[in-house]
């Protein structure tokens, strides 16, 4: 069901309190280390800003006890940095729809932006069930903007409680611009995709995936596993796979899904392996379901990146969730780094190419190829849900177009 956009709502002298993604990774000095979630609603929020709005910002960061302020998830950092981007001032509320968060809202001039401080230092932000916090929010502001896609799987109060409180209000509620491309990617290639339809999908544990597997086995031409998730199947179809992270318990369900598939689910034929989870450590390429005692996979070997990429370039729509191996450490980043190399060339040949967020979207950016893919997501659990075919209670609670 289609959405109102932001683009349609007049925020000319209103405040609009948006949700948006800003959980990005920090170091130990609390310095940012990726803002690409900052950058990717930079759209929204200068939309209406540039418009004579007030934005007043809202999201999560990390994962506090919610019992109050933790200096180590404040957003005050990711204020000082949405400045630079937008190259305005950007003020930071102590508190999330409290009395500061009121006092500074209302002081705000017209292209005006305010962050509030970390929803999740407020118990009543995950069950949604403290009416109080929810009010203070939907008090707040004129309209109520969704621009959080890595959190459209998650009903938290910031999420789905303040928006039905602000249309209970009588305030719009809109999609904002990253959320609408997030849906219209993932959407389009579920129920349209330009064929042939490949879906790339690693990851540790097959049981993560399972609804994906099983609803894109249904829909896609070929479903190629890689990451830890493939030695599962080796251990169902009687391989071997030494000390590799395994799931036992899954081999029934790995067997059903192969016999399922009709031979569209394709596993590795080969594999990188090493005695140890090191750079320095002894590695072999070994055939699939053939790992020697004492060695891990790590990898997928030369043999299925090349295979694995021959079926990819000649792809019409991709969708890539999960690397096939340890990307972070070389030389097991040669199997995630040729399928990446693969996309981009699908990509360069008129493919959709949609990386799942999460380890897919790190990878990509830490290879390089972010910028030759169609479209790299914010969210790697709402992706996954979206390509189980599950629809979001959060984005339905908000106005239709």
Known sequence: MAKK???????????VLVRVDFNVPQDDTGAITDDRRIRMALPTIRSIVDRGGKAVLMSHLGRPAGKGFEQAFS??????????????????????????????????????????ENVRFNKGEKKGDDPAYVAGLAALADAYVNDAFGTCHRTEASMHAVPKAMK?????????????????????????????????????????????????????????????????FSLAQGGKTGKSLVEPEKVALAKGLLTRSAGKLVLPVDTHCADDFSAAANKQIVPAGDIPDGFEGLDIGPETARQYAGIIRTAGTVVWNGPMGVFEMPPFDAGTKAVADAVAAATAHGAITIIGGGDSAAAVEQLGYADKV??????????????????FETVAVLDDA
């Open 168 to 232: 209970a209000l009588g305030k719009p509620a809109v999609v904002g611009f990253l959320v609408e491309k997030e849906i219209q990617y993932l959407t389009d290639a579920i129920r349209h995709p330009k064929r042939p339809f490949v879906a790339i999908l690693g990851g540790k544990k097959v049981s993560d995936k399972i609804a994906v597997i099983e609803n894109l086995l249904s829909i896609c031409d070929h479903v190629l596993i890689g990451g830890a998730m493939a030695y599962t």
């Open 75 to 116: 957003l005050a950092p990711v204020a000082v940095r949405l400045g630079e981007l937008l190259g305005r001032p950007v003020a930071l509320a102590a508190d999330t729809g409290g009395s500061d968060s009121h006092a500074k809202a209302s002081g705000l001039p017209a292209g005006g932006v305010l962050v509030l």
């Open 374 to 391: 169609s479209h790299v997501s914010t969210g790697g659990g709402a992706s996954l849900e979206m390509l189980e075919g599950k629809a």
């Open 5 to 15: 956009s932001v683009a349609a709502l007049d925020p000319t002298g209103k405040t």
